[in-house]
């Protein structure tokens, strides 16, 4: 009997380091029935051939052809799901009157489980199609609805993990928006938790509930203890929104004195699992105290464009230990794509290292040493996901989940340009980041179960 529940042949690209690229071209990759890669071999290891014989042929082997290869599957560390229903639209206003003109009201429609469920399928079968193997999702206040987006990732094979949001302050949020009080919040988080800890049983790839203050203004500060609490009793992931805009910054300013991560942190909010989005104004105190608490950046950069109007030091906090990962923040961000962002993580840092006001001399221009590389990109939207979950995601290598997307360069409809002309594979992987669509994406597995094809 062979020993492999699947076996895949092909070139792929994963990442080394947050700079290096590493090619693995025309490999062996050796899959157990729990979805784990067990063995990585090269076509120059002795067992190569004897592997080869075994599996080539059978049913469970998979050989790319020309012209496809395997990239991890991203990662998605910051996605409002509900917000999927007006991505795209209302980008021009600032995040205080977008939030309570378009976002509540639209958040507040997820009581109705029948709209939900519409919204909730959409959102994750365009995820998997842009070859977004993992998601950190916010859902709504609604306990109900919340837990039928954890359903949906289990059924369709995404590894989703899902938040029912906490805004219990009667302050800050809209009566017809909110938790009923801070006991009923902390109650339906509880029950929220079990019942996807419940959940979780019964699938392959894992789902998992997460503690979700959605910011501290939307939360009371017996909430936010509670919710410490709640994620050290039943050893959760964490979710929220840190630093992200003028408005925001200030107003915690004005009510603890601190910065968010020291407030965040005095609430029992930071740690290996906790996941913070934006950070636009980390100094270097808040980034030494995430580095310490291995707390993770996520990185929205098309959001950040729109609603926070600046970029985030990449390169700097990575200096400083910081794990960093990509996000499309589904609808501050417009695209659902993991590729669209990192393309605009590395534009954005050029434009942040170079600057763009041309009323200043260059010598004055600009941050230096902001810059990064769409190999740094795709790290943020890989490897660096994964460690900022504290997952085995996020690489193509042994003890790590088989989550891949399968890229087609040579689709008839969406072509790359790769014309084989002195060219190596490092380029390839270049176009792949810059040019790849949707269309391109053939297939995607999570866990070693296949999730969409294209074909
Ligand atoms: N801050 C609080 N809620 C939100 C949200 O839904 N999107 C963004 N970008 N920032 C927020
Ligand atoms: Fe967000």
């Avoid at 002795?46 to 059978?58: P, R």
Wanted: net charge negative; charged share 20%.
């Amino acid at each position: 009997m062979n020993k492999y529940a699947q076996v895949f042949q092909g070139t792929a690209f994963t990442s080394k380091s947050p700079k290096e690229v590493e090619i693995l071209e025309d490999y062996l990759f050796c899959i157990n029935d729990k979805g784990m890669i067990e063995q990585v071999v090269a076509p120059t290891n002795n067992d190569y051939s004897i592997l080869l014989n075994a599996y080539e042929g059978k049913e469970n082997f998979h050989r790319l052809a020309e012209g496809q290869y395997f990239l991890p599957g991203f990662i998605d560390l910051h996605v409002h799901a509900p917000q999927w229903a007006q991505s795209g639209t209302a980008l021009d206003i600032p995040l205080y009157d977008w939030l309570n003109t378009y976002t509540f009201p639209i958040e507040s429609k997820f009581s109705d489980l029948e709209f939900a469920k519409t919204v909730y399928e959409e959102v994750v079968n365009t995820l998997l199609a842009n070859g977004t193997t993992t998601a950190l999702y916010f859902a709504t206040v609604h306990k109900e609805a919340s837990f039928m987006l954890a359903e949906i990732c289990a059924n369709k094979g995404q590894r989703g993990l899902v938040g029912k949001v906490v805004m219990d302050n009667p302050d800050q949020n809209p009566d017809f928006y909110r938790d009923a009080s801070t006991k009923t919040a902390l109650e339906d988080t509880e029950a929220f938790i079990l019942a996807v800890k419940e959940l979780a049983k019964t699938t392959k790839q894992g789902v998992y509930p997460v503690v979700t203050p959605r910011f501290i203004p939307s939360c009371t500060d017996d909430a936010l203890k509670g919710l410490g609490e709640l994620a050290a009793k039943h050893d959760t992931h964490i979710q929220s929104h840190c630093s992200e805009s003028d408005w925001e910054h200030g107003y915690v300013q004005d009510r603890f004195q601190k910065n968010d991560a020291f407030a965040l942190n005095d609430f029992g909010l930071l740690g290996e699992k906790s996941v913070m989005a934006h950070c636009n104004f980390l100094d270097d105190n808040d980034a030494n105290l995430f580095a310490e608490t291995g707390t993770a950046v996520c990185h929205c950069p098309i959001s950040n464009a729109y609603f926070a109007n600046s970029v985030i030091p990449i390169a700097h906090l990575h200096a400083k230990g910081v794990e960093i990962g990509l996000g499309s923040d589904i609808s501050g961000g417009f695209s659902p794509s993991l590729f669209d962002n990192a393309r605009q993580a590395v534009i954005s840092s050029r434009m942040l290292e170079d600057g763009v006001d041309t009323t200043l001399p260059a010598s004055e221009r600009g941050v230096p040493s902001s810059r990064i590389t769409i190999n740094e990109a795709f790290y943020l939207a890989t490897a660096g996901g994964g460690e900022g979950l504290s997952l085995p995601i996020g690489r193509l290598a042994e003890k790590y989940a088989w989550d891949v997307q399968i890229i087609d360069t040579k689709l008839a409809t969406a072509k790359l340009p790769i014309f084989n002309v002195e060219e190596d594979l490092s380029d390839v992987f270049q176009k792949i980041m810059y040019l790849v669509r949707p269309e391109n994406i053939r297939e995607v597995w999570v866990q070693g179960e296949k999730v969409h094809s294209r074909i």
